[in-house]
């Protein structure tokens, strides 16, 4: 076993609101320099969606990510070969307007103008040019209700859905759509290190962060073109790529990162996960639909004491087994298997796991037949076309499930690479916890019926109410249990870039002073 260790996220969508109070922490503090406008290391997309930047998962456009090849893996649209065939002319890189030209506004015509009869007002100009533009896009163009139907039925993820399906998502009766924060996943076999033609990009060895060394890389942008979620940016006034950092320096210092840290739906935990490096090219060469199963296998039980002593052997400090130990991370992804990666079929083993969406699931109405029991129904239900109960028996509500307005095959497109049946299982437990819960506060559902739901799901008492208080409750160091850092390897992690006019200290230029920093 060769035990590595990785700093790793959880989102839990049941929770996020869409404030995208994550993006503008990460804007405000990393990306507000020129050359940085567009980009958004991390964003808040609405799906379904064509996301940012469009179609960002349509890897027939992009090329993005690894593929398999016999036995083993190659990536799709980069690498020695493709790369320098495409070094000077990538047909597959994305142009500004895939993401969307930053714009601004010319305030100062609203006070400089001269006197006249009409109101003044502030045009639009290019954050780029400097000059007047018309806006067509932008960041967050497809939010809430997917901006517009163009938007929402262009998401790739609709492809495998029968068009019946598909018309039914967006019939007003039946609309709905959930938020879907991203960052980079800092995965395990990123395919943006190894496109890099410079060897810019490398993954720390002692968190698993994925980082760009900026005085190495030399902008051929094969990152961007490898990496299936688009998170590497180039940076057209420096001429270097740029990505998520997982604000390292914060995590150093014990902080919780940035969009972390602001979340207002406490949507974000943050932990050490323990994994077997030996595993990696076993997992990502599988077959598609052994892809999660075997990215769950190489993740391995931080209580264990052969993984331990393995840990030990490779350098792991005992801080960051500790806090393997305590991770929320390995509780939801490996412990209670409620979490799973973002679109694991591009085979680079994310490491940033999501907790679906149990979104309106909540039972299933029929009809009231007797006159005591329509006498019960509040106010508001009396007026309902037809006297209506919701019937919350595991029965009726598994079949909704089955029959959710949101298909469990868009779900599944997204997280499983296609399997209904994970999505499934993940949705079950995370409703019988609810069930649990309901019975215990409320009282309207029978301890019988909480009962038989947690069996069903195979949870027992004890695991729903560590699920519902690491889901409802959790304190801030409950949600981010961050390893401590090492002064003799912070020392060798940091590059100093000592008293150079317009560095930002991380090695990005710009005007550090207006940052905030």
């Not at 199963?293 to 209580?303: K, T």
């Not at 400090?317 to 393997?324: E, K, L, M, N, R």
């Not at 019988?448 to 690491?470: D, G, H, N, P, V």
Request: glycine share 8%.
């Amino acid at each position: 076993m060769d035990i590595r260790s990785q700093v790793s996220m959880v989102f839990h969508l049941d929770k996020c609101i869409g404030c995208h109070t994550c993006s503008v922490a990460c804007k405000n503090i990393w990306t507000d320099r020129k050359g940085a406008e567009y980009m958004w290391w991390n964003n808040v997309e609405t799906k379904p969606g064509t996301g940012y930047p469009g179609k960002w998962e349509d890897q027939e456009i992009y090329k993005g990510g690894w593929e398999k090849q016999g036995d083993g893996i190659g990536l799709k649209g980069a690498g020695k070969v493709k790369g320098l065939k495409n070094i000077f002319h990538n047909p597959n890189l994305p142009v500004i307007d895939d993401y969307y030209e930053p714009f601004t506004y010319k305030y100062l015509d609203l006070i400089e103008s001269p006197p006249g009869n009409d109101q003044p007002t502030a045009r639009p100009i290019s954050m780029i040019t400097g000059q007047p533009m018309d806006i067509k896009m932008g960041p967050n163009w497809d939010d809430d209700l997917s901006g517009t139907p163009d938007y929402a039925r262009n998401d790739p993820n609709l492809k495998k859905l029968p068009p019946a399906q598909q018309q039914a998502m967006f019939t007003l009766e039946r609309l709905a759509f959930f938020y879907l924060p991203r960052i980079c996943n800092h995965c395990l076999n990123p395919a943006c290190v190894a496109s890099c033609p410079s060897g810019a990009i490398y993954k720390r060895g002692e968190d698993g962060v994925v980082l760009i060394n900026q005085d190495v890389c030399r902008a051929w942008r094969m990152c961007v073109t490898a990496c299936p979620y688009k998170k590497s940016y180039y940076n057209w006034n420096t001429g270097k790529s740029e990505k998520c950092i997982l604000c390292y320096p914060r995590i150093e210092a014990g902080h919780a990162p940035a969009c972390m840290h602001s979340c207002v739906g406490r949507i974000r935990y943050l932990g050490v996960l323990l994994y077997d490096a030996d595993g990696i090219e076993w997992c990502a060469s599988a077959d598609e639909s052994d892809l999660v199963d075997r990215q769950m296998e190489i993740i391995m039980d931080p209580f264990d004491p052969k993984v331990v002593a393995a840990a030990k052997e490779n350098g792991i400090a005992d801080s960051t087994i500790h806090a393997a130990q305590k991770s929320p991370v390995y509780s939801f992804v490996k412990k209670w298997n409620l979490a799973l990666p973002l679109h694991p079929e591009f085979r680079t083993l994310p490491m940033l796991f999501y907790v679906p969406p149990l979104l309106p699931v909540m039972a299933s109405v029929k009809a009231v037949d007797n006159a005591s029991q329509s006498e019960k129904l509040s106010e508001t239900a009396k007026h309902w076309p037809d006297n209506r109960l919701y019937d919350t028996s595991t029965d009726e509500l598994w079949g909704g499930i089955e029959q959710a307005r949101f298909p469990l095959e868009y779900m599944a497109n997204l997280f499983s690479g296609g399997d209904t049946q994970k999505v499934e299982d993940r949705i079950k437990k995370l409703m019988a916890v609810r069930l649990y819960r309901r019975h215990r506060t409320v009282g309207d559902i029978s301890e019988a019926k909480a009962t038989q739901a947690l069996k069903e799901t195979s949870l027992t008492e004890e695991t729903a109410e560590a699920i519902y208080y690491l889901t409802a409750l959790a304190k801030f160091d409950d949600r981010f249990v961050i390893p401590a850092a090492h002064r003799e390897q912070a020392i060798e992690m940091m590059e100093f870039t000592g008293d150079v006019k317009g560095s930002t200290g991380f090695g990005f230029k710009g005007d550090s002073a207006s940052r905030g920093s």
